[in-house]
């Protein structure tokens, strides 16, 4: 199986469902969920794709329904968000570079264990990106955490 590949499974077959759970709903490789008056969403944003590996990151923020550029669509991206942060924003220094986390984002290779590359996420989203999404239940929540959190560094 090469890395597009391994991607298009993993998005289907776990990232998905575990987002779904969390109370999000999916559009291609964009997850929302409503929140008392705004969106958080998660946008999976590829930049670096061939055969043998994919390079991506995660897009997370909010939004409020005015801001979404295409709402005939119904649909909510990066481009969207009026506060955006990549998933390092989330993450503690010790989850910044593991196997298939460095500096820009994350990394499936095809010579990779899927399995092994799912234990990965599902442990940075798990233990520190929906729990720290999961108190945004105000937009003064929201404010007052991203507020407080210096701006990460675009993908």
């Known amino acids: 199986?090469?890395?597009?590949?391994?991607?298009?499974?993993?998005?289907?077959?776990?990232?998905?469902?575990?987002?779904?759970?969390?109370?999000?709903?999916?559009?291609?490789?964009?997850?929302?969920?409503?929140?008392?008056g705004f969106y958080i969403v998660i946008d999976l944003k590829n930049y670096s794709r061939n055969k043998d590996y994919?390079?991506?990151?995660?897009?997370?923020g909010i939004t409020v329904k005015a801001r979404i550029r295409e709402a005939a669509k119904n649909r909510?991206?990066?481009?969207?968000?009026?506060?955006?942060?990549?998933?390092?924003?989330?993450?503690?220094?010790?989850r910044q570079d593991h196997n298939f986390r460095h500096g820009s984002g994350y990394r499936i290779m095809a010579k990779n264990d899927l399995d092994d590359f799912v234990l990965e996420l599902f442990n940075d989203f798990h233990h520190y990106i929906l729990p720290k999404l999961e108190k945004l239940r105000t937009l003064k929540a929201c404010l007052e955490y991203y507020r407080q959190q210096p701006v990460a560094s675009a993908c």
């Open 76 to 94: 909510t991206r990066y481009y969207n968000l009026s506060i955006s942060q990549k998933e390092e924003y989330y993450l503690p220094d010790e």
């Open 54 to 60: 994919v390079d991506f990151c995660f897009k997370i």
């Open 1 to 36: 199986m090469n890395a597009r590949e391994k991607q298009a499974l993993f998005i289907k077959e776990y990232l998905n469902p575990l987002l779904k759970r969390s109370g999000y709903r999916a559009k291609g490789t964009s997850w929302r969920r409503w929140q008392n």
